[in-house]
């Protein structure tokens, strides 16, 4: 178990280090985490909803700050550059990322194509059904999405590398709020780039 909580520990601070240096991107995971707790307790209730919050909120403002803001040079404080970083990158880098995204924008016309899904669900009569059947296909693709790279790095690492990310993605949320509340007051203040990272020792 120990093992297990430093190397969860390890993955965070490298994940924060390497792509979190932009205060617009931190603040935009600050709203995606809020967003992902509200998708999560919603889940219960209604999945689909769920859903729609994680894709169309929590997932588009954090992918913007990476995609967007996130400084894609040679980075001084970690002496590495972007292409290093991309390449031993353990979850989702933003080639992985682009594809997943382009999948989540594409799976729509699944729906037009088959309006059943294989059988799945009654096809659609309004728009509504329509949006609601969408939801249920989001929440198939993040599940997906997941278990996919967690038999990735099984294969190409080790299972408890595999275990590790996942419960690292799965407790972002929480972990994000706790790591980035005061970014939007940092980013009020004209500070764009978090000064901490270059101080602060790699491990």
Excluded at 63 to 68: E, N, R, S, V
Excluded at 94 to 121: A, E, H, N
């Amino acid at each position: 178990m120990n093992g297990f909580v430093e190397h969860l520990r390890e993955q965070r601070w490298d994940d924060h280090r390497y792509y979190h240096h932009s205060r617009v991107n931190q603040s935009l995971h600050l709203v995606s985490a809020l967003s992902f707790i509200l998708a999560y307790l919603m889940v219960f209730k209604d999945p689909a909803i769920a859903a729609l919050i994680g894709w169309l909120v929590a997932m588009t403002s954090r992918q913007i700050g990476h995609l967007f803001f996130e400084p894609k040079g040679y980075d001084e404080a970690n002496q590495a550059t972007h292409e290093h970083k991309e390449e031993i990158k353990v979850g989702y880098n933003l080639y992985r990322k682009i594809v997943l995204m382009s999948l989540w924008l594409l799976s729509p016309l699944l729906l037009v194509v088959d309006p059943s899904l294989l059988g799945t669900v009654r096809p659609h009569e309004t728009a509504g059904e329509f949006v609601r059947h969408m939801g249920y296909l989001w929440l198939f693709l993040a599940v997906a999405g997941l278990l996919f790279r967690m038999v990735q790095l099984f294969f190409i690492q080790d299972l408890q590398t595999a275990l590790v990310w996942a419960t690292k993605i799965i407790t972002d949320p929480f972990h994000d709020i706790k790591l980035y509340h005061r970014a939007p007051g940092y980013l009020l203040k004209g500070e764009l780039i978090d000064p901490t990272i270059a101080r602060e020792h790699p491990r």
